[in-house]
Every structure is written in structure tokens, then in C-alpha cells.
């Protein structure tokens, strides 16, 4: 395996951080008081004018929709390798992946769209997508159930002639209450007598269709995530045409692997993006504090700190990097262990630089004044989206113990050689 960079990825790597440097370091505090300032007047989903400055610039520079590989619509997109480095960049700062159209949801929503939607949905839906003027939302996990067993979903999808009639709640539904949220991809149940796998499948909504009502938004220890945040919503006697319905129905668990592979890879990245971060400004503010008449940094526990930050970092993206190149190479069947693993290991690892981070910083580093506290919040949740941590290691035990039950039951097939 190589993970040397090509001069291409090198190429946008290096334009890549001069937009960041440029354009996206010096406003983040310019963003999170356009925030506040919409919140305080009482609608905090409103797009800033900040990011929606930028994203023609991003557009301009070539930085544009580089996540999605082997798409005509998207001829600029990446190969899961190319584009790794640079979502570890854009993970950084929580608003850049929305300024270059590479935020979650929309990149798992696109990436749906384009492998498993007809023609029609893809151009009502996909190009608007892919050229930034409408937002989306990912409609899966549901208030009343244990979501990690994604067979318990309860939201049922019936076929009333040409249409279908979708009823249930859902929630953890991230930037559904986006004013330029225009449609929702939905797992729900199309036959509950069909064998366990079979019995859900994916269907694109309008986000304006009659019967979808937004109940609440949910916050993350405290925060609201505006202006993306999270939303819990009812569904109730929603139609929509039975062509909306994506691969055919049963075919759910077929498509949320699909999806979900990619963007686990981008989740990934981003949580290394922001691991490196944390490394970076727990050693800036060590090295200019002084307490009892040394630097920080001069304490000895710090340097087992600073010492086991890197080496979980490199740890992880040499990983995430592996699961990628295998993604790439042979699929993302084969690389499903590879994928499990790099979830589990990525926000930990994040977890715990921040954490240390937020240490070194007192007070301060659990304020409103550095990015850390919510850059926390934001990884804890990654050890519960896209699938918790217990399910991802419970998948990795599965394969690793079917090795060697496939080991046990060819010696227990092999002849047995006698002595005269």
C-alpha cells in the first residue's frame, strides 16, 4: 500500500490551506457571532452570509464538491485516498466542510442520490445539490426505538396506488431545520413479514411535503449547532410519488451500507482534522503560560501528553488512510472491517487530544473564548452517529473470530494420519 500523495492532492492540499488561512481561520469568530446575532433575533437556522460569502470564492479556486469520485455530474470529485487529506484539512473548523459543498449531510445524501436514484430524482434533486443551492437531510434513526439495530426502525412506508404514505417520527435529523432544506432521503419499513434485512427501504421526500411537521431541535451538551442543528421531526400521512422510492423496496440495508462507508471515511478525517488542531493549540498555550515559575510546557506531564497526542494521531490517519486506499481497491464489502475500525478509533482519538487540550488551557478551554469545548461536543457525538461504538467493535470481534472459526472447521475436516 502507498499513501504517498500525487502531485494533484499536493497541488489542492497547498490551495486548500491558503483558502484556509485567507478566508477561514480570521472568521471564525466572525461566524459565531452572526450566529449569535441570528439567534438572538430569534432564528438561528439562518444561513450566515459569512459562509454563503465564501462559497463562490471555494467554487472560483477549485475547491468544489471534491468529495464525490466517479461522478459525470461531479467530474472535479476524488478517489475516497485523494480526497482524505483534504477533509482532515477542512476538519479544522467546523463551518469550512459547508464553504467548498462537502458538509455532512449533503455529501452522504449526493453520494445516495448519484449511485441509487433514477435520472429524473437526480436532476430535481442531485444537480441543485451539487451546485449548492439547496441543502438536505438524512431521516434514519427514531425517538422511540434502539436506532444501533437499524431493523427496529418503526417509520412505515405503504404503496397506495402510484404513491406511497409515509408515517413516524424521526430524529438526530441534522440540518432539516435549514431554511434551504428542500428534501430528505428516509429509511423506513416497507414489509414487516419480510426476512429481517429485507423489510426497509430508502425514499426521497420533499422537505415541503404536506404532513412533515419539525417538532423540536435537540442540542449537544447545551449547544444548539445552529445554524445546521438538529432536528426532531413527525411524519404524518406524507405522500410522495412510488418512483421516489431509491433501488426498489427491501433494498434499505443495501443503500445505508453504501452510504454509510464514504462517510464514515469523512467523519474520520474531519475528527483527525480537529485531533491535530487540539495538539496544535495545546502546545501554543503551553508554551506561553507560566505557573509555579516555568512554562506549562516545561512539566513533564505534559510531554507524555504532548508525546501520546501525536502518536494516537499518526496512529489513526495511517489507518483511516488504509481503509480508504481499500475502499478504493477493492470495495467497500471487503473493507468493511477496515472502516469499522477507523470509526471507533478516530473520535477516541479526537476525544482524548481534546480533552488534554482542554486541560491545558483551565478554565478557558471549556469557554466560548477557544473552539475546544465545542469541538468536543461535536466528536463525543461521533462515538453515537453513524453507528456507536459497541456496534462497530461487535462487527470487528464478528470478523475477527470468523477467521478463526473458518481455521477450526478445516482441521476438523482434514484426514487423520494414523500411526502403524
Partial sequence: MHFDYSPKVQDLQARLQTFMDAHIYPNEARFMEEVAANRARG???????????????????????????????APEGLSNLEYAPLCEIMGRVSFAPEVFNCSAPDTGNMETLERYASEALKDRWLAPLLRGEIRSAFLMTEPEVAS??????????????????????????SGAGDPRCAVFILMGKTDPQAPRHA?????????????????????????????????????????????????GAGRGFEIAQGRLGPGR????????????????????????RVAFGKPLAAQSVWHERIAESRCLIEQARLLTLKAAYMMDTVGNKVAKAEIAMIKVVAPNVACQVL?????????????????????????????????????????IAKLELARYQVLAAAELDAPVTRGC
Fill in 199 to 247: 423489510q426497509q427501504s430508502m425514499v426521497v421526500v420533499p422537505a415541503d411535503a404536506p404532513g412533515v411537521q419539525i417538532e423540536r431541535a435537540l442540542t449537544v451538551f447545551g449547544y444548539d449547532d445552529a445554524p445546521h442543528g438538529h432536528m426532531e421531526l413527525r411524519l404524518e400521512n406524507v405522500r410522495v410519488p412510488a418512483s421516489h422510492i431509491l433501488l
Fill in 148 to 173: 444501533s439495530d437499524a431493523t427496529n426502525i418503526q417509520c412505515r412506508i405503504e404503496r397506495e396506488g402510484d404513491e406511497l404514505l409515509i408515517n413516524g417520527r424521526k430524529w438526530w435529523s
Fill in 355 to 395: 480533552d488534554w487540550a482542554i486541560q491545558a488551557h483551565g478554565g478557558a478551554g471549556v469557554s466560548q473564548d477557544f473552539v475546544l469545548a465545542q469541538s468536543y461536543a461535536n466528536q463525543r457525538t461521533l462515538r453515537l452517529a453513524d453507528g456507536p461504538d459497541e456496534v462497530h467493535r461487535m462487527a
Fill in 265 to 288: 471515511i469523512h467523519h474520520c478525517m474531519r475528527s483527525i482534522g480537529a485531533a491535530e488542531r487540539a495538539l496544535e493549540l495545546m502546545c501554543q498555550r503551553l508554551t506561553r
Fill in 43 to 73: 432564528n438561528p437556522w439562518r444561513p450566515t452570509e459569512l459562509v454563503e460569502r465564501l462559497k463562490p470564492l471555494a467554487r472560483a479556486a477549485g475547491l468544489w464538491n471534491l468529495f464525490l469520485p466517479n461522478s459525470p455530474r
